[in-house]
C-alpha cells in the first residue's frame, strides 16, 4: 500500500479523528454514564441528604410545639399590622411555596427586594438576600416595623396580644408585662411621633415590651422550622443512583434531564454555590445581576454585616437564650471581604422554575433568561462578579432548564 | 513544506485546540491530582513544625467547626504563647475564607484551638497559618480537600 496518501485523504482521515473525539465527547455529556465522583455529588444534593435541623440557641423555644402552634397563627394573622390588613401570609403565600411570584414584594408599600420562599428556611444561618439578620425569630420582628410591609409598631402588637391572644401567649412565656400608660403606638423605628412616645417609656417598661415582641418573632421562628423542602422527580432519581440502581419510572431521568444535570454538576460549576439538599451553600455571592435603577443603590451583603453585628435581637443581645460562645456565626462573621459587595444569598433551586422571576430583585424573567445570564456572565455593576462566562449551547441551554425542572414537585401553582 | 504537512499541522492544532478546551472545562474546577494534603508540615523558614486536625464536628461542607493546631518548634519543643493568625481560600475560585477564624484558646502542650472554620464549597482549600512566637514568624499553609 503507498506510504503517499494524498491531501484529501489526509483531511479525511483527520477530520473522521475529530469526528470520533466529538462523538466520545457527545457520549462523555449525554448523561447515560455518571463517573463515580458525580454519582456522589448527585447523591449529596437529594433530600435524603438532608441533615437534622440546626438548633437555635438564641430561640429555647425553637422547637416548642405550642410556640410553633402560637406562630402559625401570628403568621396569617393580620391583625398584627398597623392597619389590620396585613400578615406575613399577604407576601409569603402558603399556596405559592411561601412567596408571591411579584418582583418586589408589596404590601402597605413597595419593598426593595424579592418575597423569598420560606421552605427549608431554618437551615440558614443568616436571613434575608442580605443576611442582615442571624435567626429566624430576629427576621420576623423586621417586617412587623417596616412601613413598607406590616406598618406597626411593638408597643401596638404588645397590646394586641395581651388583649387578643392572651391565655396563649402567657401558657408559653409566662405572664404579659403591665402596659397600663403605655401609649397604643410607640416603638423606636417607627414615626417621629412614635419614636418620641417610645423615648418616654420608662428604660425597664421598654424592655419588657421588647421581650414580648422578641417573644412573637421566636413563636413564629418555631412554626417556619416546619415549612419543608418536598421530595421531587430529582430525589427519586438521586435515591436510585445512591442505591446503585437504575432509576425507575418518573425517577427515570430523559437524555435532556440527565445532560442539564451533568453540565449542572460539571462544566457550567452551578454545583459549587448551589451545593447540598438545599442546593445552596448559605452564603452570599455577586453573581453580576444588574442594579435595577429605579431602587437605591444596593451593596447587597457587604451592608448586612453591620447590620446584623448592630441588631439589638442577634444572638449577642439581650434577647436572645444563647451563650456568647454559641453565637459562631456572629463572632467569626468575616467583617472586611471585598467579594460581599452586591453579594447576595445564594437561593435554594428547589421548586425555582415554577416561581418567576428571579434574584433579589426579580430583575430577570424567565428561567431561560436565568441561563442566558450564566452563559455570558455580565460585569457587574458593582463588585466583582464570581461568574465565569460559560457559552452554552442551545442544546445545553435547554438542557439546564430541562434538569431545573425536575427540582420542582410538579403541582401546579394556584393563584 | 507540502500542503499536505501543513494541513496536518493546522489540524492538529485544531484537533489540540478542541481537546485542551474540553480538558480546560471538565476540569478546571478539579484540585490538581498531586495536591499535598499532609495535616503535619514544616513553616516555610523551617521554624516550626505544625499539625492541625478537625475538632467536633467533623471536617465537612458548610458546618462551622474548629481545628485545633499543635506548634513545636524545629527540634520538637512545645511552642507556648504563640500568636496564630488565619488565613485561606480556594485558590481556583479566587475566594478566601467565608468566616474569619480565630484562636480562642491555648489548650497547653503547643495546642491551640482554632474557632469559626467554614468550608461552603466542595474542592481544593488552602489553610494558612501566620504564626508569631519566641523563635520568630513564619508561615505554613496546609492543602484540604472537600
Ligand atoms: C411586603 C411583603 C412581605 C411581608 C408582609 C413579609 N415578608 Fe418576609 N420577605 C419579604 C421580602 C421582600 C423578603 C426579602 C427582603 C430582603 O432581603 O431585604 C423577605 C424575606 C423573608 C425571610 C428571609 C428568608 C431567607 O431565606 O433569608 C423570612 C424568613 C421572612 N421573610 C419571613 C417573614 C415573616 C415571618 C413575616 C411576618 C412577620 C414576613 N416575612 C412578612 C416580603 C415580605
Ligand atoms: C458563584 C456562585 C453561583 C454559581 C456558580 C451559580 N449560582 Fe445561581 N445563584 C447564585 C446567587 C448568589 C443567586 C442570587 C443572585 C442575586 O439575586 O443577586 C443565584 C440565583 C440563581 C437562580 C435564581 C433563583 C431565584 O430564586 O431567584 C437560579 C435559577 C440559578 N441561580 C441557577 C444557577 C445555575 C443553573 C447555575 C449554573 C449555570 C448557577 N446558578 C451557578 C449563586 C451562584
Ligand atoms: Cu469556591
Given at each position: 500500500m503507498s506510504r503517499l496518501i494524498?491531501?484529501?485523504?489526509?483531511?479525511?482521515?483527520?477530520?473522521?479523528?475529530?469526528?470520533?473525539?466529538?462523538?466520545?465527547?457527545?457520549?462523555?455529556?449525554?448523561?447515560d454514564e455518571f463517573t463515580d465522583s458525580e454519582k456522589a455529588t448527585i447523591a449529596s444534593l437529594s433530600l435524603d441528604r438532608l441533615p437534622p435541623l440546626p438548633a437555635d440557641p438564641s430561640n429555647r423555644f425553637a422547637d416548642d410545639r405550642l410556640a410553633a402552634a402560637f406562630g402559625a397563627t401570628l403568621f396569617f394573622e393580620p391583625r398584627l399590622s398597623g392597619h389590620g390588613d396585613v400578615s406575613c401570609s399577604t407576601c409569603h403565600q402558603v399556596d405559592r411555596q411561601f412567596q408571591d411570584g411579584r418582583p418586589l414584594g408589596r404590601a402597605v408599600g413597595l419593598t426593595d427586594r424579592r418575597t423569598m420562599p420560606l421552605a427549608g428556611v431554618a437551615f440558614s444561618p443568616w436571613q434575608f438576600w442580605d443576611g442582615r439578620k442571624d435567626s429566624l425569630w430576629a427576621?420576623?420582628?423586621?417586617?412587623?416595623?417596616?412601613a413598607r410591609e406590616h406598618a406597626g409598631?411593638?408597643?401596638?402588637?404588645?397590646?394586641?396580644?395581651?388583649?387578643s391572644l392572651k391565655d396563649r401567649y402567657e401558657r408559653i412565656f409566662g405572664p404579659l408585662p403591665d402596659l397600663a400608660g403605655v401609649p397604643r403606638n410607640a416603638g423606636p423605628l417607627g414615626t417621629a411621633e412614635e419614636k418620641a412616645a417610645w423615648q418616654a417609656i420608662p428604660e425597664a417598661k421598654r424592655a419588657?415590651?421588647?421581650?414580648?415582641?422578641?417573644?412573637?418573632?421566636?413563636?413564629?421562628?418555631?412554626?417556619?422550622?416546619?415549612?419543608?423542602?418536598?421530595?421531587?422527580?430529582?430525589?427519586?432519581?438521586?435515591?436510585?443512583?445512591?442505591?446503585?440502581?437504575?432509576?425507575?419510572?418518573?425517577?427515570?431521568?430523559?437524555?435532556?434531564e440527565r445532560l442539564g444535570l451533568k453540565l449542572f454538576i460539571g462544566r457550567a460549576n452551578c454545583v459549587t454555590c448551589h451545593a447540598g439538599p438545599r442546593f445552596s451553600d448559605e452564603h452570599f455571592h455577586n453573581t453580576g445581576v444588574p442594579q435595577p435603577p429605579e431602587l437605591p443603590e444596593d451593596s447587597g451583603r457587604a451592608a448586612g454585616i453591620p447590620k446584623a453585628l448592630a441588631d439589638p435581637f442577634n444572638c449577642l443581645g439581650r434577647y436572645s437564650d444563647a451563650?456568647?460562645?454559641?453565637?459562631?456565626?456572629?463572632?467569626?462573621?468575616?467583617?472586611?471581604?471585598?467579594?460581599?459587595?452586591?453579594?447576595?444569598?445564594?437561593p435554594s433551586l428547589r421548586g425555582a422554575v415554577s416561581r418567576p422571576p428571579y434574584m433579589h430583585s426579580g430583575q430577570i424573567a424567565t428561567i431561560e433568561d436565568v441561563i442566558e445570564h450564566y452563559s455570558s456572565a455580565p460585569k457587574p455593576p458593582k463588585g466583582?462578579?464570581?461568574?465565569?462566562?460559560?457559552?452554552?449551547?442551545?442544546r445545553e441551554k435547554k438542557a439546564l432548564v430541562a434538569f431545573l425542572k425536575t427540582l420542582d414537585t410538579g403541582r401546579p401553582l394556584s393563584n | 513544506m507540502g500542503l499536505k504537512g501543513r494541513i496536518g499541522i493546522a489540524l492538529g492544532a485544531?484537533?489540540?485546540?478542541?481537546?485542551?478546551?474540553?480538558?480546560?472545562?471538565?476540569?478546571?474546577?478539579?484540585?490538581?491530582?498531586?495536591l499535598d494534603l499532609a495535616r503535619s508540615k514544616k513553616t516555610a523558614k523551617g521554624l516550626y513544625a505544625v499539625e492541625i486536625a478537625p475538632e467536633n464536628p467533623a471536617f465537612e461542607r458548610n458546618t462551622l467547626h474548629s481545628w485545633v493546631v499543635t506548634v513545636t518548634t524545629a527540634d520538637g519543643a512545645p511552642v507556648e504563647g504563640a500568636e496564630i493568625a488565619v488565613d485561606g481560600g480556594m485558590p481556583q475560585h479566587g475566594h478566601g475564607l467565608p468566616t474569619a477564624p480565630?484562636?480562642?484558646?491555648?489548650?497547653?502542650?503547643?495546642?491551640?484551638?482554632?474557632?469559626?472554620?467554614?468550608?461552603?464549597?466542595?474542592?481544593?482549600w488552602e489553610f494558612k497559618l501566620h504564626i508569631k512566637a519566641a523563635a520568630g514568624e513564619d508561615d505554613v499553609t496546609f492543602n484540604l480537600s472537600l
Open positions: 494524498s491531501a484529501s485523504e489526509a483531511l479525511r482521515r483527520a477530520l473522521a479523528s475529530i469526528a470520533v473525539t466529538m462523538l466520545v465527547l457527545a457520549a462523555g455529556c449525554s448523561g427576621q420576623a420582628l423586621g417586617p412587623l416595623e417596616d409598631n411593638r408597643t401596638a402588637y404588645a397590646h394586641f396580644v395581651t388583649a419588657e415590651i421588647d421581650t414580648v415582641f422578641a417573644n412573637i418573632g421566636k413563636s413564629i421562628a418555631a412554626f417556619e422550622r416546619s415549612i419543608r423542602h418536598e421530595e421531587t422527580r430529582f430525589d427519586r432519581f438521586a435515591r436510585a443512583i445512591a442505591a446503585g440502581e437504575a432509576p425507575q419510572g418518573d425517577a427515570a431521568l430523559d437524555e435532556s451563650k456568647p460562645e454559641q453565637c459562631g456565626e456572629l463572632r467569626f462573621v468575616a467583617k472586611d471581604d471585598p467579594l460581599m459587595v452586591r453579594a447576595f444569598k445564594t466583582e462578579s464570581e461568574l465565569q462566562p460559560l457559552t452554552l449551547s442551545e | 485544531v484537533v489540540l485546540a478542541v481537546a485542551a478546551a474540553v480538558g480546560y472545562m471538565m476540569f478546571a474546577m478539579a484540585p490538581p491530582s498531586d480565630q484562636v480562642t484558646a491555648a489548650l497547653g502542650d503547643g495546642r491551640y484551638r482554632i474557632e469559626g472554620v467554614r468550608f461552603n464549597m466542595s474542592g481544593w
